[in-house]
């Protein structure tokens, strides 16, 4: 009883943080329809940021955080800048544009293991409780996970809803031939949504640091698991993202119960194959 405590907590806990790479990754992937794979190294580039302002220049962990939350989403404009923009002038096919992103990919990979180093990097300056349910556990920080995932979804939520760029995001993403027929700047939208995500993207980062620590293969892991969570939830929905990570997270614990931690990733690949078969539209249906 005690384990299935453990691995359910652990299915929120993990889904929380699930959700907010997923959420990142929808805006970009579903405004822009860029297959943005160097999410998951921004991310990570993201983090170690956080890390060196809060372990080597000695800043407080929460100014370490918005100025490393500030910078990510710089990365994610440039990103947008110097690699996609050029190929979205020239209305370059979607698979270049693929192949372009997994060439960032690589690059930001290295470039984080070059200027940092190969080591796990941890911080041991922000103390945290522990609070036992029998002989099962969590954490503050686990808990702040699922705070910040609700309150970002909520916060993006209501600016897609309530502001003018939102509701413009929302035009874009329905359809960027129209929006563009109407006069609206998709560029600036582009530009916003990449900084957004990004910024989106820091937030877990910030946490995972806290919890596991960071190394410089931590974003193929976040962007594989973003991306099957957009498109098990539905591409396009943010609440779709939302509880496509939900579900992937619960369908990995669940699935530790009698299946090593090793499959974890295939496990992911079989949610994702049937979803493809069944439901390619995702859980939840647009239009």
Same mark, same amino acid.
Not at 70 to 87: K, M, Q
Not at 257 to 286: D, H, K, M, Y
């Given at each position: 009883?005690?384990?299935?405590?453990?691995?359910?907590?652990?299915?929120?806990?993990?889904?929380?943080?699930?959700?907010?790479?997923?959420?990142?990754?929808?805006?970009?992937?579903?405004?822009?329809?860029?297959?943005?794979?160097?999410?998951?190294?921004?991310?990570?580039?993201?983090?170690?940021?956080?890390?060196?302002?809060?372990?080597?220049?000695?800043?407080?962990?929460?100014?370490?955080?918005?100025?490393?939350v500030?910078?990510?989403?710089?990365?994610?404009?440039?990103?947008?800048?110097?690699?996609?923009?050029?190929?979205e002038?020239?209305?370059?096919?979607?698979?270049?544009?693929?192949?372009?992103?997994?060439?960032?990919?690589i690059?930001?990979?290295?470039?984080?293991?070059?200027?940092?180093?190969?080591?796990?990097?941890?911080? =041991?300056?922000?103390?945290?409780?522990?609070?036992?349910?029998?002989?099962?556990?969590?954490?503050?920080?686990?808990?702040?996970?699922?705070?910040?995932?609700?309150?970002?979804?909520?916060?993006?939520?209501?600016?897609?809803?309530?502001?003018r760029?939102?509701?413009?995001?929302?035009?874009?993403? =329905?359809?960027?031939?129209?929006?563009?027929?109407?006069?609206?700047?998709t560029?600036?939208?582009?530009?916003?949504?990449?900084?957004?995500?990004?910024?989106?993207?820091?937030?877990?980062?910030?946490l995972?640091?806290?919890?596991?620590?960071?190394?410089?293969?931590?974003?193929?892991?976040?962007?594989?698991?973003?991306?099957?969570?957009?498109?098990?939830?539905?591409?396009?929905?943010?609440?779709?993202?939302?509880l496509?990570?939900?579900?992937?997270?619960?369908?990995?614990?669940?699935?530790?119960?009698?299946?090593?931690?090793?499959?974890?990733?295939?496990?992911?690949?079989?949610?994702?194959?049937?979803?493809?078969?069944?439901?390619?539209?995702?859980?939840?249906?647009?239009?």
């Open positions: 009883m005690d384990l299935l405590i453990q691995l359910a907590l652990n299915g929120i806990f993990n889904g929380a943080h699930f959700a907010l790479l997923a959420m990142g990754f929808a805006l970009i992937f579903g405004t822009t329809g860029v297959v943005h794979f160097a999410y998951g190294p921004v991310y990570a580039a993201g983090a170690y940021i956080i890390w060196a302002l809060a372990a080597l220049a000695g800043l407080p962990f929460w100014l370490a955080v918005l100025l490393g500030a910078a990510t989403a710089v990365l994610g404009v440039l990103s947008y800048l110097l690699v996609y923009r050029p190929f002038i020239k209305q370059s096919p979607a698979f270049v544009v693929l192949v372009a992103s997994l060439g960032l990919f690059v930001v990979k290295n470039l984080i293991g070059i200027v940092f180093g190969t080591g796990v990097k941890t911080i =041991d300056s922000v103390p945290y409780d522990i609070y036992f349910v029998g002989d099962a556990f969590f954490t503050t920080v686990q808990l702040v996970q699922v705070a910040a995932a609700l309150l970002v979804g909520c916060g993006i939520a209501l600016f897609l809803r309530a502001s760029y939102g509701k413009a995001i929302r035009g874009m993403a =329905d359809s960027r031939e129209m929006a563009t027929v109407i006069g609206i700047d560029t600036r939208l582009s530009i916003i949504v990449f900084a957004l995500g990004s910024a989106v993207s820091a937030v877990a980062g910030a995972i640091l806290l919890r596991d620590g960071l190394n410089p293969n931590m974003g193929f892991g976040a962007v594989f698991i973003a991306f099957v969570a957009v498109i098990v939830g539905g591409v396009g929905s943010l609440r779709g993202a939302v496509g990570a939900l579900l992937l997270s619960a369908v990995q614990s669940l699935g530790m119960w009698q299946i090593p931690t090793e499959w974890q990733n295939t496990i992911v690949f079989v949610v994702l194959f049937g979803f493809l078969l069944a439901r390619p539209s995702g859980i939840v249906r647009q239009g």
